[in-house]
């Protein structure tokens, strides 16, 4: 039987989803913008909705997490730490694989080579990659100044 | 780091359910407390022992 505080997190982690795809399809839908749209409104309006989407999915799961107990909760930190960190290490192999033409090598015409697909490759890519390793290091630092 | 909470939870005649629910916990963690998973906070750890009304170390003691 699941129980009461697991049940009422997992509440909250499906408000959050749902929450989210509301908002960016709720966007859609008011704007009509279609993926060939490539302007200044599209580009500020669905980066703002994004925003708002993660500003609220975080919200909800900071509720989730404060729903659960320490031991899950110590359960989600050790899942988060190793298993996100495993999964950044194991991503630079794909990173590797694709930037040097794998996709390319597997299915030759479905993926071209050129050099502005590969910039948009690594962009995409570091983003990834780039933005949780610079919250590991700035929740590290934030811990070092506050815990002294 | 070894610990009494089965022994002092059968005692009482008490469930994992009931020990979890009188200290706002999960089930499962009582569980894998009491077969040494998982070592407590100190804030669960002082809980606990007030809930038993016994000192820590009666109840955790390290390996």
């Given at each position: 039987m699941v129980e009461r505080r697991t049940f009422t997190a997992w509440k909250y982690i499906l408000a959050a989803w749902g929450g989210a795809a509301a908002i960016l399809f709720g966007v859609r839908k008011l704007t009509?913008?279609?993926?060939?749209d490539v302007g200044t409104d599209r580009v500020m309006i669905v980066t703002l909705a994004t925003l708002v989407a993660i500003a609220w999915t975080y919200w909800m799961a900071a509720l989730a997490f404060r729903r659960l107990d320490e031991f899950q909760q110590e359960a989600g930190k050790f899942a988060w730490y190793w298993g996100g960190s495993l999964g950044i290490a194991v991503s630079a192999v794909g990173y590797m694989f694709i930037g040097q033409g794998g996709l390319h090598w597997l299915d030759p015409a479905h993926f071209g080579l050129g050099k502005e697909l590969f910039r948009a490759f690594q962009i995409g890519y570091l983003l990834g990659i780039g933005c949780p390793m610079a919250g590991f290091i700035a929740m590290r630092l934030w811990w070092q100044a506050t815990k002294r | 780091m070894k610990n009494r909470l089965k022994v002092l939870r059968a005692e009482r005649d008490w469930s994992q359910a009931d020990l979890a629910e009188r200290l706002d916990v999960s089930r499962q963690s009582i569980n894998a407390i009491e077969t040494g998973k998982y070592d407590p906070s100190l804030p669960l750890a002082f809980r606990i022992a007030r809930l038993f009304a016994m000192p820590i170390e009666t109840i955790f003691q390290d390996d």
């Open positions: 009509g913008f279609s993926s060939a | -």
